[in-house]
């Protein structure tokens, strides 16, 4: 089954300590993106990659790091966990990069809240 | 920049009733523009978008949006609601001055009445 996975799908954590929420996509997509879902915000774009070892900042980066060694997995880093990262986030993959026509397709998402 | 409004953080309406979220866009450019819903604790799924196609475009389980150039609108419709379009909706847009950015508006969430 074409999927986006992300785990872990809940964690509670405390300030500062590291964690890393992955990702994961089988469909062999080009382009991935991080989002963190927050109540009358909507979704808002941390990071981006549009291939392999291609990263960039999006609207709110701050406290986030991402990698992108392979072409299906993403992961999401906090290095320093902070209360204000306290969200949901989701990992979002799709086919080409430059195709903004192409569907997005959605992991469940991680429910995280740093204490 | 692009941007996305919606119209309504909540919307309630009767089982039966129609269905109208509204979306307005801004954008230099012609935009293209989609429609995602979320069920409870899922993550996003996409129910249409508009390529620069047909103005009036059907998407899945009913809903269908229309892309209104002097409007600068793409509202979505569904004639009957069902209680399983209990959901919140994000209406986004593709910014063509940044590659490959969606922009998602705030959301809107559907309360379906019995």
């Known amino acids: 089954e074409a999927q986006v996975t992300q785990n872990p799908r809940y964690l509670i954590t405390v300030t500062g300590k590291k964690l890393t929420v992955t990702c994961s996509q089988n469909?062999?997509?080009?382009?991935m993106s991080w989002y963190r879902q927050d109540p009358g915000l909507g979704l808002r774009q941390i990071y981006y990659?549009?291939?392999?070892?291609?990263?960039d900042k999006g609207d709110v980066p701050e406290g986030y790091k991402v990698s992108r060694k392979e072409k299906r997995n993403f992961p999401l880093i906090l290095e320093s966990p902070s209360p204000n990262q306290t969200s949901l986030y989701f990992c979002?993959?799709?086919?080409?990069?430059?195709?903004?026509?192409?569907?997005?397709?959605f992991g469940p998402g991680t429910r995280l809240t740093v204490l | 920049a692009q941007s996305v409004t919606q119209l309504g953080s909540h919307v309630s309406v009767s089982e039966g009733a129609l269905v109208l979220l509204r979306c307005n866009y801004s954008?230099?450019?012609?935009?293209?523009l989609f429609w995602y819903v979320q069920y409870p604790n899922q993550g996003l799924q996409l129910l249409l978008k508009?390529?620069?196609?047909?103005?009036l475009v059907k998407g899945i389980n009913g809903f269908e949006a229309e892309f209104k150039k002097s409007e600068t609108s793409f509202h979505l419709t569904k004639p009957s609601a069902h209680m399983s379009d209990a959901a919140e909706y994000f209406c986004a847009v593709s910014d063509r001055s940044r590659d490959d950015k969606i922009i998602f508006g705030k959301g809107t969430r559907l309360h379906i009445l019995p």
């Open positions: 508009y390529t620069s196609a047909a103005t």
């Open positions: 469909m062999n997509h080009e382009y």
């Open positions: 954008s230099s450019v012609p935009p293209y």
């Open positions: 979002a993959s799709r086919p080409q990069s430059g195709m903004r026509t192409d569907t997005q397709y």
């Open positions: 990659s549009m291939n392999v070892e291609v990263t």
